[in-house]
């Protein structure tokens, strides 16, 4: 273990903070912008939070790129729902170009949510925002798994997303909300431990300031985006940038 380049790790998140993550998020992460074009469609609130829950439960094993899929889910014309929300998203799963693989186990999550689903109001929405560790909790518990399952954090910060567009209102996400642990994640993190890699950054995000969800976003661009993003990011910010850069330095 290389202790100089944790603390240096940890000094380049702490330096960046929470609002830089926000900054990438909101701006550079195309994910938010289409969530934010939904939004703006549907103008039905409590209807596209459900919508972005069960999408982003079913985001894995893609058959396309993130950007691409959640791309597709925006452009259904959800506002012409008439039925059943989850009957409708289960027709528009099983059709989709992006999301092809285990469609089957896919949909049987989706029907899991349905007690819940039907319990979501506004207000139950608003709650839950404020107390993203319970959302978290009640949806590792619908599915059965451990609320640092990756699909779940996502999920976590899917709603998140959506949170701050419905409430208009930034709430930084929970320290207790673990990093999404995904293969280029554990390859990022075997640079700096050879430990347990959801306990590795929640120290770094104690020691830094930045939770976990948010170390993720700032991490996002130095995990396979580098080339896509480094422009925009640069024309934003250049404090930012070169900040994001020295991550990607690092290893």
């Known amino acids: 273990m290389d202790n100089n380049k944790i603390n240096i790790l940890k000094c380049v998140i702490r330096s960046l903070g929470i609002e830089s993550a926000r900054t990438i998020e909101e701006k550079i992460d195309l994910q938010y912008s289409y969530l934010r074009h939904l939004k703006e469609r549907l103008n039905n609130n409590v209807l596209f939070l459900k919508l972005i829950i069960l999408n982003a439960l079913v985001s894995y094993q893609l058959s396309t790129t993130g950007e691409n899929w959640w791309r597709e889910f925006s452009e259904y014309p959800w506002e012409d729902i008439s039925g059943s929300i989850l009957e409708e998203y289960v027709g528009f799963l099983s059709n989709s170009k992006g999301n092809r693989r285990f469609l089957e186990g896919k949909i049987k999550r989706i029907y899991r949510l349905k007690s819940l ?9 608003k709650n839950y925002y404020n107390n993203m560790e ?9 599915l059965n798994t451990k609320g640092s399952s990756k699909t779940v954090v996502f999920t976590v ?4 997303y959506g949170g701050r ?7 930084p996400y ?4 673990e990093i999404p642990k995904d293969s280029r994640i554990e390859k990022y993190s075997t640079k700096f ?12 995000a104690r020691n830094s300031g930045v939770p976990p969800l948010h170390i993720d976003s700032l991490l996002w661009p130095a995990l396979g985006n580098w080339e896509k993003v480094k422009k925009p990011l640069k024309s934003l910010d ?14």
């Open 165 to 171: 567009m419905v409430f208009n209102k930034f709430i």
């Open 157 to 160: 910060k899917i709603f998140g």
């Open 193 to 204: 431990t050879k430990g347990d890699v959801l306990k590795f950054w929640n120290e770094v």
């Open 117 to 125: 689903l039907n319990t979501l109001s506004f207000e139950k929405f």
């Open 134 to 142: 319970t959302f978290r909790n009640s949806i590792a518990k619908i």
């Open 238 to 251: 250049t404090d930012i940038y070169q900040k994001v850069k020295m991550l990607i330095e690092l290893v």
């Open 174 to 177: 929970p320290y207790s909300v």
